[in-house]
């Protein structure tokens, strides 16, 4: 299989605002012994076998990145490719994880795994910069407006999960194809 990913847009200096929806290009190889049960589907009925197969091998891919990658109280280290359940934001990023159902485009299916959350990007690909950090209140004490500097290293927990759940779509897949050959 063949996966392709490509980062978002970089973040702005003070706001990161850039959606994440991953997407991978994957190369389906019809194996010897499928192509009997290929014989006689039509190249339209395959290709919405395909992307039905396609939706649902995402669904399951990101329900165990949900709980592979982004549960449990961290943080931990960046070679685990892990976010924890985060104290500021309360979930959000776990909360917003998302599959795009399959779309087919000519001879093209892609189907996307990711979140809207601003942040998102900035832990799946890593980011350094400055921000202004905007004038709070912190213990009873006003903290002025400020510049800071942050290195935030790339984690990649959606494209880890990906690479590493890929044969659930492979499965997905020769099922709806399966199912597809015997109506």
Request: proline share 7%; net charge negative.
């Amino acid at each position: 299989s063949d996966l392709d990913f490509s980062p978002p847009p970089s973040p702005s200096r003070t706001k990161v605002r850039a959606p994440l929806l991953m997407s991978a290009t994957i190369t389906v190889t019809i194996e010897p012994n499928l192509s009997e049960a290929l014989k006689g589907l039509k190249p339209e009925p395959m290709r919405q076998a395909i992307a039905r197969g396609m939706t649902h091998g995402a669904e399951a891919i990101k329900s165990l990145i949900s709980e592979e990658r982004f549960l449990g109280h961290g943080p931990f280290p960046v070679e685990e490719h892990r976010l924890g359940i985060g104290h500021v934001h309360g979930g959000r990023l776990l909360a917003s994880i998302r599959v795009v159902p399959a779309r087919i485009e000519g001879e093209k299916v892609t189907v996307s795994i990711g979140s809207h959350v601003e942040y998102a990007a900035v832990h799946e690909f890593g980011w350094e910069g400055d921000v202004t950090v905007r004038e709070h209140e912190r213990l009873g004490h006003t903290v002025k407006s400020h510049e800071r500097h942050m290195n935030v290293p790339e984690r990649s927990p959606f494209r880890t999960g990906i690479k590493e759940h890929l044969d659930e779509i492979q499965t997905a897949i020769i099922e709806e194809i399966t199912k597809g050959r015997n109506q």
